[in-house]
């Protein structure tokens, strides 16, 4: 029998080579769809709000492909027709969690409402896999009167659930974990309160609502979002009210940090004062400040704590949009400053002695920060836009959220406003085009910013804008995968449009490559209604897991929603082979001999490759491993010498003088 080898070695290559990479494209290219997708919705009245009725806010993926939900549902909420509560329920929202088999098969849920006609709190906060046999789920909960607690009716809270004599208010905030069968683990309740000048805790009956959120009132432990670390640790980025008012015989009291009514925090963990948190009176802080805190895994131990910002000046308020973590535990958070009316926002950050004591700055319109803080809860970088110049109006950078490759760089989403003849820079990279875009940034593990890719549109393209739906990001075999949302067209790649112009609030799935550039858009075809907010996506093998709200109908595929006038939870399952590997990117076929696609053989090869480009010669070839690295190749003539790549998966970039050439290659041992 002829060996393969010599099969690559002789004529008879050029015609088996084009035939099997054109059989393998037309399988990659069927390879690629919507298998199912899944709705829940109910009575609901809350289209036209992201953060209300029927959505996904959360969810992760478990060894076997299992996808895990948070979300809020309307009342009398289904899914495939199944009730999800027995009870209706006449709050804005309640709270649904649940397991998702690979072939979209509801394996179990559990449901949290209050019953009843006048609205409670209720709200699904956040969501994360402990190790690999559990996950954490956070609920905001109003105990005042009955509540459908996952499984059970509860009529009197005090006796099965916890005493409410012994909380500040009715409201808390349930840390609850589940093994991966839905059975309950843990659970914790926490609350804040806060401390008056002798470090007592403020009773509820004595603080009044005034400006501020119910929040403060109910005294709720206000978690924005949540992370588990390499040790099981909890950790929670909230934001603390500095600012609260109380009621005295004389009327009304301002308790503040700065005329020393206001002392500082207090976590009550299951009804007992647990954690309190003294704040410098000397610090300046927003109306709203940010504040990381890590608790052992059972909420026995305060393990740390800091407030992000120091001498905050300018702003309202500081919101904690997201934040990620990496395998060093660092963590990466989005944060967004809101500034008071034409003033400018300031503030510093406590840092590593070894990039100075503080890193400073300012903006004068809403604008949303990236910055890094070790294990320590020390700050690393911060990574934000600087503006050739800069108009409130139309120039903004808000970053969404951060995920991490396979080499320890990130990825970051980000929404970019601005004018077309304004400069813009990330340390050296320059972002010239104007308007309205979705773009994602590639940091080295430092923090330097490389590259970017965009998605955009003859009007707006952007992340979603609600901070309630956690909008993950995948960053995997050179693809790098997000939703965005757009109105109007959206441009496919870089000079050509698709869908209708005349769309509103559009939605979509975006695939870039490492140095940002587009791969594939697939459009989701929503109907013009509502409040479609893209989600998360998550990624196991070949199956990516699609999660959001959709405000109407839309068409997945050869799958299509129709609209019923309600907005849905949605879950959808798509399915894509090529995750499997590497993206490499297409290479041309020209008339022309430099411009052909490059002929390797062998291929997988061992120690040398030959390669064929007709008459044009090679100046220079590199080798590119998957995670991005790169090294010179020797080469005599066409022969190129392999002997110092370890085996593995590899891009040839080939070097002539008229072209660049890349091409796909197997390293054997």
Not at 568 to 584: C, I, Q, S
Request: with cysteine; hydrophobic share 40%; aromatic share 12%.
């Amino acid at each position: 029998m002829e060996s393969i080898f010599n099969v690559f070695g002789s004529s008879k290559a050029k015609k088996i080579i084009p035939i099997v990479s054109f059989l393998l494209m037309l399988f990659s290219a069927q390879a690629q769809y919507f298998e199912w997708v899944h709705t829940f919705f109910g009575r609901d009245n809350n289209a036209g709000y992201a953060d209300l009725g029927s959505n996904v806010r959360n969810s992760f993926i478990d060894s076997e492909g299992n996808c895990y939900i948070l979300g809020s549902m309307a009342s009398e909420a289904t899914y495939e027709g199944e009730q999800l509560a027995p009870v209706s329920h006449s709050s804005l929202e309640g709270t649904l969690i649940a397991k998702i088999a690979p072939n979209g098969e509801m394996v179990w849920h559990k449901a949290i409402t209050c019953p009843g006609q006048s609205y409670r709190l209720n709200t699904p906060v956040d969501m994360r896999p402990m190790g690999d046999s559990a996950f954490v789920c956070v609920v905001y909960l109003d105990l005042n009167g009955p509540i459908y607690y996952l499984d059970t009716l509860l009529e009197d809270v005090s006796d099965c659930l916890i005493p409410t004599d012994s909380l500040l208010s009715t409201c808390l905030t349930a840390f609850i974990t589940f093994d991966l069968d839905g059975n309950v683990l843990e659970q914790h309740f926490l609350q804040t309160g806060y401390l008056d000048a002798q470090g007592q805790i403020m009773t509820v009956g004595m603080l009044h609502n005034n400006q501020f959120d119910n929040i403060i009132f109910n005294m709720v432990f206000p978690l924005k979002k949540l992370q588990i670390d390499n040790s099981g640790n909890i950790i929670s980025l909230t934001n603390f009210a500095t600012c609260i008012y109380y009621e005295t015989d004389t009327g009304t009291v301002e308790a503040t940090f700065e005329n020393g009514l206001l002392s500082g925090f207090c976590i009550l963990v299951d009804g007992h004062s647990r954690f309190k948190m003294h704040v410098n009176p000397h610090e300046k802080h927003a109306l709203w400040t940010p504040v990381v805190i890590k608790f052992d895994p059972h909420f026995d131990s305060l393990l740390a704590w800091r407030h992000l910002f120091e001498n905050e000046r300018g702003y309202s308020r500081v919101w904690l949009y997201s934040f990620n973590i990496d395998e060093e535990n660092s963590l990466y958070i989005c944060a967004y400053f809101d500034p008071a009316v034409n003033s400018v926002v300031s503030f510093t950050v406590a840092g590593n002695p070894s990039i100075g004591d503080s890193v400073g700055y300012d903006a004068i319109d809403q604008e949303i920060v990236l910055l890094k803080y070790d294990s320590n809860l020390n700050c690393q970088f911060l990574k934000k836009m600087e503006w050739g110049e800069r108009n409130r109006r139309t120039q903004k950078c808000l970053f969404s959220n951060v995920c991490f490759a396979e080499d320890s760089s990130f990825f970051a989403t980000a929404t970019i406003l601005k004018d077309e003849h304004v400069d813009a820079y990330i340390d050296n990279l320059h972002f010239t085009d104007g308007g309205c875009s979705a773009a994602i940034i590639h940091f080295d593990k430092d923090g330097t910013a490389l590259s970017y890719g965009k998605a955009h549109s003859h009007h707006d393209t952007f992340f979603q804008s609600s901070s309630y739906l956690d909008q993950s990001i995948v960053a995997k075999n050179n693809r790098v995968i997000a939703q965005v949302e757009y109105v109007g067209d959206i441009f496919a790649n870089h000079d050509s449009a698709s869908v209708d112009a005349s769309r509103y609030n559009g939605d979509g799935l975006y695939q870039w490559d490492y140095d940002g550039n587009p791969i594939s858009y697939t459009d989701f075809h929503t109907v013009n209604r509502g409040i479609t907010c893209p989600g998360g996506v998550y990624l196991h093998d070949s199956i990516l897991y699609v999660t959001g709200k959709l405000g109407g109908g839309g068409t997945f595929g050869d799958i299509v929603i129709p609209d019923n006038g309600l907005s849905r939870g949605l879950v959808a399952k798509y399915v894509d082979t090529n995750f499997m590997h590497p993206y490499v990117a297409p290479v041309g076929i020209a008339d022309s001999p430099s411009q052909r696609q490059p002929l390797l053989y062998p291929n997988p090869a061992r120690n040398e490759v030959f390669i064929d480009l007709g008459p044009d010669p090679i100046r220079q070839v590199s080798a590119i491993n998957t995670l991005g690295q790169r090294q010179s190749l020797p080469f005599v003539a066409n022969r190129i010498d392999l002997s110092s790549c370890r085996p593995g998966i590899y891009i040839l970039e080939i070097k002539t003088p008229s072209a660049t050439h890349k091409s796909k290659l197997v390293k054997m041992k």
